[in-house]
Structure formats: structure tokens, C-alpha cells
């Protein structure tokens, strides 16, 4: 199995940067693709974005497109979220996921492949 543990959450005031890691553990070679989740007070858990391993074609919700960017480290089988231009509605939990089932571009957007899960990390944007 895999084993997940998000880090670099905190507290940020709008309009500034912050830089998420995932650090994954375990049978790491059979990952296919990781992503970012988030959830906030009273929403559902949404979509943020998710890098595919073996070529890393990134996806990208539209509330988050242009501003954050999702990169991953092979060697340190780590993946990243850099958040720039933050907004107060960014606040949420941030989880990281992988899943080693090959999905497709639909579904590499929803959390149902996922099959591995961080504890998620709290991102608090105040305006």
C-alpha cells in the first residue's frame, strides 16, 4: 500500500504564496497519478489538480487554473502544489491522493480512483 503525509499548510493573507508537499510512502512504483483535493466548511470535497506519474500531464480545476501549479519529484516521490495569488476562498483542508489504477482524463478529476488518502493539511487564506 501506499502511505501519504501532506506538510507546508498555514496561515496566509490574501494574495500570497504558499507550497504544499506530499511525501508518499510504501509500493510507490504502481502509482499511476496523484492529486489534489480540498475541502471546505459546509462543501463538498472538490477537485484541485493531479499529475499523472509516468508522463505528467497535470489537470487543473478552473477556480485554480493559472494560479496554482502541481509538479512532482520522482526521486523524493514527493508531489507538490505551489499556490499563488491566494484568495479567502481557497481556505479548506488540503488532501493529497493517489490512486494505481489507470484512469481517464474524466476520471483522474474525480475523487472515486483514488484508493490511497493523506490526513490533509489546513490552508487558511484571511483577506
Known amino acids: 500500500q501506499v502511505q501519504l503525509v501532506e506538510s507546508g499548510g498555514g496561515l496566509v493573507q490574501a494574495g500570497g504564496s504558499l507550497r504544499l508537499s506530499c511525501a508518499a510512502s510504501?509500493?510507490?512504483?504502481?502509482?499511476?497519478?496523484m492529486g489534489w483535493f480540498r475541502q471546505a466548511p459546509g462543501k463538498e470535497r472538490e477537485f484541485v489538480a493531479a499529475?499523472?506519474?509516468?508522463?505528467?500531464?497535470?489537470y487543473y480545476a478552473d477556480s485554480v487554473k493559472g494560479r496554482f501549479t502541481i509538479s512532482r519529484d520522482n526521486a523524493k516521490n514527493t508531489m507538490y502544489l505551489q499556490m499563488n495569488s491566494l484568495k479567502p476562498e481557497d481556505t479548506a483542508v488540503y488532501y493529497c491522493?493517489?490512486?494505481?489504477?489507470?484512469?481517464?482524463?474524466?476520471?483522474?478529476?474525480?475523487?472515486?480512483?483514488?484508493?490511497?488518502w493523506g490526513q490533509g493539511t489546513q490552508v487558511t487564506v484571511s483577506s
Open positions: 491522493a493517489a490512486t494505481r489504477s489507470t484512469v481517464t482524463v474524466q476520471q483522474v478529476m474525480d475523487s472515486r480512483p483514488y484508493d490511497y
Open positions: 510504501g509500493r510507490t512504483f504502481s502509482t499511476y497519478a
Open positions: 499529475i499523472t506519474w509516468n508522463n505528467g500531464k497535470t
